[in-house]
Each structure stands twice: as C-alpha cells, then as structure tokens.
C-alpha cells in the first residue's frame, strides 16, 4: 500500500479527503480523536482534529501525477514528505499513517497500562511515533500524549480509560531457588 499525506487548510480537510476518494484514491481522511469533554460535571465524548490541517490518503498504487487533484482542488498548501521518495511518507510516519488507517481515521478511548512509576499506552499507534504520555487527567478521563509527525513535535489529548495496574517484577531481590 502506497501512503501519502497532504497540508491543507484546517476547514477544507473532510472536502479535500471526499474528493481524493471521489478521484480514485483507495481512502483518505482527516484524522479525528474521540476526547474527554468536561462540560457541567460531566464528561462527555467530542471528536476533534487529530492533526488539524493534515490530509492522509491511501493507494494501491503509486502516485504518478499530483495533478489530478493538486491543481484542481482548492485548499492543499503542500505534500508531505521527500521529492526523492515521491512524496511517500517513510518509517515512522508511514507506520503511525498505517495504524490510523487502521482505525479507519478516527482514535477512539484508549487503554493505559501503569508499570511501576511508568504510565504507557497498551495501543501501538503512537509507539512508533515516539509518543510518551506526559500528563494524565483522571478526573477528565484523558492523557497528553507527546509525539513526533513530519519532524515536528505534537501533542493531543486522548480519551483514555481508567489505569490498569501491572506490578514490575522486583529484581532487586534475589530469587528463591529450591535444591532437590
């Protein structure tokens, strides 16, 4: 699978990734993330931009021209990636790309997994990526995840259920043995 990102004004994203669709690419989509929203002591579920102004698409084959949509659709300020890689994303962008492909364009509440004094995500979508959670709201049921997308550090709020705890194993003391 051939995977491609755009830059394009915030408002146009669901217009330009409709008309990809509609113009023969395979899916495209606006990321979205389902986030905690506090409103009245209650929290409630919103969708928002994941990455606003980012346009992902997907082909079976490889991107000969741009022009088909470039020229022709108002909003893309620019493509992401390498001119010499045909502006295919690479590594880890193409991986964190793939997983919200995944999800069909839309992160929902994840899992967090406490170990010890570490707090991680049970779902690899930012594992790539290098996403750390940096912050976790319990009350808002959310957790600031830091990661990095086309060379750029960013940040998002997830949804996140309650912690699981997971106790590390101490390998301070030494273990028993048992002779026989």
Known sequence: ??????????????????LLEIRGMKRAFSPQILRKHRKQGQNLDRTFDLLPGYVFFFNDEPIESY?????????????????????????????????????NGMVGVMKVLKIGDTVTLEDPLFA?????????DFRKERARVDFVFNNTACYTWIACEAVREETKP???QPSEKTEE
């Open 1 to 18: 699978m051939h995977v491609y990102c755009l830059f394009c004004r915030t408002q146009r994203c669901k217009t330009i990734a409709n």
């Open 67 to 103: 022009q088909l949509f470039e020229k022709a659709v108002d909003g893309i300020i620019r493509r992401i990636g390498r001119a010499d890689e045909d502006y295919e994303l690479q590594g880890p962008d193409r991986e964190f790309a793939l997983h919200l492909y995944e999800k």
């Open 170 to 172: 101490d390998l301070s």
């Open 128 to 136: 790539g990526c290098e996403g750390k959670i940096t912050k976790i």
